[in-house]
């Protein structure tokens, strides 16, 4: 085995350790190197630049030349039967990506820790986990979805074992004095470890979290795992996931999980919204750990791998990490609908989506998507939210040609049996293949023009075929996707903002909105409008207060000089999304779980 030992050095300067041994051949030259990006996050990282200090040596001690090939690469010559390395890694990236240690938590990915011996990355890997040598330190313990070894015990510091180097990456490790809590589904051991102070309730976490469990698995079949972990980072503010083979890692709150003093019947829209995310990273072991692109069977770490499927991958995750809640019975269907509307509305009120296509949007992911600049949202389209409605555009028109005998979840299942499962990469001619032979009929050009075309998609038709109305409403808030019915008058920006001590920070300006044509730049600080101080609540007293065609003259800071200009007040337009039952009896045949077979 090549054998890995890393141990926190020093917590408060944020160092880890790492020792590399394997076996050599006297003479033979090795290459060693971090991958440039990790699955899951298409995005160039360039973790080899936390590396800090780095040596090798052989048996003897004797010390081995290191040749830097490139940023992530380096070379070496063996002069005996044993190659060690011993490097420190800096680690305060508290993300879901990297590595991070501090005197309350440390954190690892493989990717940004171990380096890879290129020639041997098919061999067997030995990760020995030490634990911190502070006395405060002494209630640590470690959590991680690697085998472990015999003599190692659930969340002890020691052995584990990986099948390969890519198998070692796969697994994340946290170790600290965190809160786990356990539950099974299908025979299957579920970890939920919290990494920081909370005040949750996490038996009422663990009840729900096991709902979307059982859905996912009932959907596929099969858990292709034999336990899973859930590792979530608690913080002040936060919000994300990464997805691996038996586990993920979440960002969140200390305060989005569910309150011990408040009735099991109450979701808060956080604690929603965890749920949701947590719904999407377990689908994710699925639907792009197992059933993956072409372009990615193998990986290559060392670049970017581009694809066009991602629309399939993270926007048919997108779709079903909500409605499962709604499946799980944990929301009744309006509030799932809500949900909905919200990511329609993110779709529909942008420009992007006349400008770049879900699979051109999928291909860019790299730049466009992972580097979003302050035109994003007029711009580009997130394969996410756009890949969602064609996925619940799947999904209808399946049934619907199907005569109800078929669903999306037919062919997810079709997907894992005959991709997931043989690990054989997926191509966009696959899923229309699949669809075209699920629908009985060819839908190539249909499914085709929502892939490639820069054109709205427009969902109205096959939603009234199952009850639910799409409407087109305005926004009843500046700073909100909140929509209403209500047809009179709703003043609108057309930007988004942040409150500061000292005015609102512009986040996002839309096209042609008021804001647009005032002039108004991401980064700008308004601090008065019609003279008066702009705050959270009177920018929005005002607007409700005003005309349409009123002008007003607006102050703010661009950088550190003070500007002004003129905005014209106007009313919302129709852009937001909300979507409405109108039928009981249709709208059961989309709510409907088909049986397998």
């Not at 809160?179 to 990494?195: K, N, Y």
């Not at 859905?215 to 858990?223: V, Y």
């Not at 993920?248 to 929603?272: C, G, H, M, W």
């Not at 950088?559 to 937001?576: A, E, H, I, W």
Request: glycine letters at 6%; one cysteine or more.
């Amino acid at each position: 085995m090549i054998q890995y030992q890393i141990s926190p050095l020093n917590p408060n300067s944020h160092l880890f350790e790492v020792l590399l041994s394997f076996k050599s051949t006297p003479g033979q030259s090795y290459t060693l190197s971090l991958p440039a990006w990790l699955p899951g996050s298409y995005m160039i990282r360039d973790f080899a630049k936390n590396i800090t200090e780095i040596c090798a040596f052989d048996s003897n001690e004797q010390a081995i030349s290191l040749s830097k090939v490139d940023k992530q690469t380096w070379s070496l010559q063996a002069s005996n039967e044993q190659v060690q390395v011993r490097y420190q890694v800096f680690a305060f990236d508290l993300s879901v990506r990297t590595a991070y240690l501090d005197s309350q938590r440390g954190f690892f990915n493989g990717s940004s820790t171990f380096l890879q011996v290129q020639e041997l990355s098919e061999q067997a890997c030995e990760l020995i986990i030490h634990p911190s040598t502070l006395a405060e330190h002494r209630q640590w313990q470690v959590a991680t979805g690697l085998p472990r070894a015999q003599a190692t015990t659930k969340y002890q510091f020691g052995e584990y074992i990986a099948d390969n180097y890519q198998h070692l990456i796969d697994c994340p490790v946290a170790i600290g004095d965190f809160d786990s809590t356990e539950f099974t589904v299908e025979g299957v051991v579920h970890h939920l470890v919290f990494t920081s102070k909370h005040y949750g309730d996490t038996q009422r976490l663990a009840a729900d979290i096991s709902k979307l469990c059982q859905h996912h698995i009932s959907l596929f079949g099969e858990a292709p795992f034999q336990e899973y972990w859930f590792i979530t980072h608690l913080q002040a503010n936060g919000f994300g996931g990464l997805e691996h083979k038996n586990s993920t890692i979440l960002q969140a709150s200390r305060f989005d999980l569910p309150n011990p003093q408040q009735a099991a019947t109450v979701l808060n829209e956080d604690y929603k919204s965890f749920l949701s995310l947590c719904s999407h990273e377990y689908f994710h072991a699925w639907n792009v750990c197992r059933i993956k692109p072409k372009e990615f069977v193998p990986y290559n770490l060392q670049k970017e791998s581009y694809t066009q499927q991602l629309w399939a991958f993270e926007g048919i995750t997108s779709y079903y990490d909500d409605i499962s809640l709604y499946r799980s019975g944990l929301i009744n269907f309006e509030d799932y609908l809500t949900i909905l509307a919200k990511t329609a509305t993110r779709v529909y009120r942008g420009s992007g989506e006349l400008k770049q296509s879900v699979t051109a949007s999928s291909f860019d992911a790299w730049t466009k998507f992972y580097q979003q600049g302050p035109d994003a949202v007029n711009n580009i389209v997130s394969y996410y939210t756009k890949g969602a409605l064609i996925a619940l555009w799947l999904d209808l028109i399946i049934r619907r040609k199907s005569n109800n005998q078929h669903s999306l979840d037919t062919l997810m299942r079709e997907l894992w049996t005959h991709f997931g499962r043989t690990n054989i990469g997926t191509s966009e001619a696959d899923f229309i293949n699949i669809a075209n032979l699920l629908c009985g009929e060819d839908i190539s050009s249909s499914f085709k023009h929502y892939l490639y075309s820069n054109e709205r998609i427009d969902l109205t038709a096959e939603l009234a075929t199952y009850g639910v109305e799409l409407q087109k409403q305005k926004f009843k808030k500046l700073n909100s996707l909140e929509t209403t019915p209500e047809m009179h008058y709703h003043g609108y920006l057309g930007a988004q903002y942040k409150v500061q001590a000292f005015g609102l920070t512009i986040t996002q300006v839309l096209e042609n909105s008021p804001a647009a044509k005032a002039g108004f730049a991401v980064n700008d600080t308004l601090i008065a409008i019609d003279k008066i101080k702009m705050t959270e609540q009177s920018i929005q007293a005002l607007f409700d207060h005003l005309p349409a065609g009123r002008e007003l003259t607006c102050d703010f800071f661009r950088d550190d000089q003070l500007l002004s200009s003129t905005l014209k007040v106007t009313d919302s337009p129709l852009v937001g999304i909300a979507f409405k039952v109108v039928d009981d009896n249709l709208v059961k045949r989309w709510q409907h779980i088909l049986p397998k077979g």
